[in-house]
């Protein structure tokens, strides 16, 4: 094995909760980093201790990565840099991606070791769709803005995942049944570990939950996709044309309206003539 790794920063999957789940090449590139930006270093100490190696850290967080990231950058040019948050993916839901920027602007190789995330686990738990799914970090706190946020993405047709802390959870859940509707959901927690939970429930069932028993660790929320729209009513059309073809020729007018409420285009060209006359 190269004890020594070439320059660069060297993005590393850490676990989120069992220690095993580190794999081999994240150890390996742990155990020859010249140095390893942490959020914490008491975290990645744990971690370096199950592997066995000390190594050089550096905070690199939200309260001083503006200071500290243009040495980690000078450093990059003559050595290896691992970048590791305090568990999972560096860079989801983390600022870790203005030194990627900064590192490429540089010139500096960047390199990923993959491994755990909680968002992409808690999908696998949750027992909803995955062919698409969007995710939103955690949502503002103060209810104005949470449910601002939420309202944006309501008509997203995909899997929502989001993570939250205990004593949120069931002020998040409600504020989600009430902007998105009562959708099928899943709570995960304490994933990989010895209470790994993934409770799945409509998403006021599960406020009612979680209201007086928050729970302990960290927490996943995946929300179902929106049902199919309903069909809009000729009624719904004939107002639509109405409006389009005070502006718009009435093959045209039947083009928009076609689109817009994904209905015929010639029964809706038709219809058109019709009002028109």
Same mark, same amino acid.
């Given at each position: 094995?190269?004890?020594?790794?070439?320059?660069?920063?060297?993005?590393?999957?850490?676990?989120?909760?069992?220690?095993?789940?580190?794999?081999?090449?994240?150890?390996?590139?742990?155990?020859? =980093?010249?140095?390893?930006?942490?959020?914490?270093?008491?975290?990645?100490?744990?971690?370096?201790?199950?592997?066995?190696?000390?190594?050089?850290?550096?905070?690199?967080?939200?309260?001083?990565?503006?200071?500290?990231?243009?040495?980690?950058?000078?450093?990059?040019?003559?050595?290896?840099?691992?970048?590791?948050?305090?568990?999972?993916?560096?860079?989801?839901?983390?600022?870790?991606?203005?030194?990627?920027?900064?590192?490429?602007?540089?010139?500096?190789?960047?390199?990923?070791?993959?491994?755990?995330?909680?968002?992409?686990?808690?999908?696998?738990?949750?027992?909803?769709?995955?062919?698409?799914?969007?995710?939103?970090?955690?949502?503002?706190?103060?209810?104005?803005?949470?449910?601002?946020?939420?309202?944006?993405?309501?008509?997203?047709?995909?899997?929502?995942?989001?993570?939250?802390?205990?004593?949120?959870?069931?002020?998040?859940?409600?504020?989600?049944?009430?902007?998105?509707?009562?959708?099928?959901?899943?709570?995960?927690?304490?994933?990989?570990?010895?209470?790994?939970?993934?409770?799945?429930?409509?998403?006021?069932?599960?406020?009612?939950?979680?209201?007086? =028993?928050?729970?302990?660790?960290?927490?996943?929320?995946?929300?179902?996709?929106?049902?199919?729209?309903?069909?809009?009513?000729?009624?719904?059309?004939?107002?639509?044309?109405?409006?389009?073809?005070?502006?718009?020729?009435?093959?045209?007018?039947?083009?928009?309206?076609?689109?817009?409420?994904?209905?015929?285009?010639?029964?809706?060209?038709?219809?058109?003539?019709?009002?028109?006359?």
């Amino acid at each position: 094995m190269n004890a020594v790794l070439a320059p660069g920063l060297y993005i590393v999957a850490t676990p989120i909760g069992n220690l095993g789940d580190l794999s081999p090449r994240a150890a390996q590139i742990l155990s020859q =980093a010249a140095v390893i930006a942490v959020e914490d270093s008491r975290v990645t100490a744990g971690l370096l201790r199950h592997i066995g190696v000390k190594r050089p850290m550096t905070p690199y967080h939200d309260h001083n990565a503006e200071a500290v990231r243009p040495g980690l950058i000078a450093r990059m040019g003559m050595e290896a840099v691992a970048l590791v948050s305090d568990a999972g993916t560096p860079l989801i839901s983390d600022p870790g991606y203005k030194l990627v920027r900064d590192a490429r602007a540089a010139g500096h190789s960047v390199v990923t070791i993959p491994g755990p995330c909680a968002a992409i686990a808690a999908l696998t738990l949750a027992g909803l769709p995955t062919d698409r799914f969007f995710f939103l970090g955690f949502l503002p706190p103060k209810a104005q803005a949470r449910a601002a946020a939420i309202a944006e993405v309501a008509a997203i047709r995909a899997t929502l995942v989001l993570y939250e802390s205990g004593p949120r959870l069931a002020v998040t859940l409600a504020a989600l049944a009430e902007g998105l509707g009562d959708r099928d959901a899943a709570v995960a927690r304490e994933i990989t570990k010895k209470f790994e939970e993934a409770v799945t429930d409509s998403l006021s069932a599960l406020a009612a939950r979680y209201a007086d =028993a928050p729970p302990r660790g960290e927490i996943v929320i995946v929300v179902a996709p929106p049902g199919e729209p309903e069909a809009a009513s000729a009624e719904d059309a004939d107002a639509a044309l109405a409006e389009a073809l005070q502006r718009l020729p009435a093959s045209k007018a039947a083009g928009e309206v076609a689109k817009k409420l994904g209905l015929d285009r010639r029964e809706l060209y038709a219809r058109a003539l019709e009002l028109k006359g």
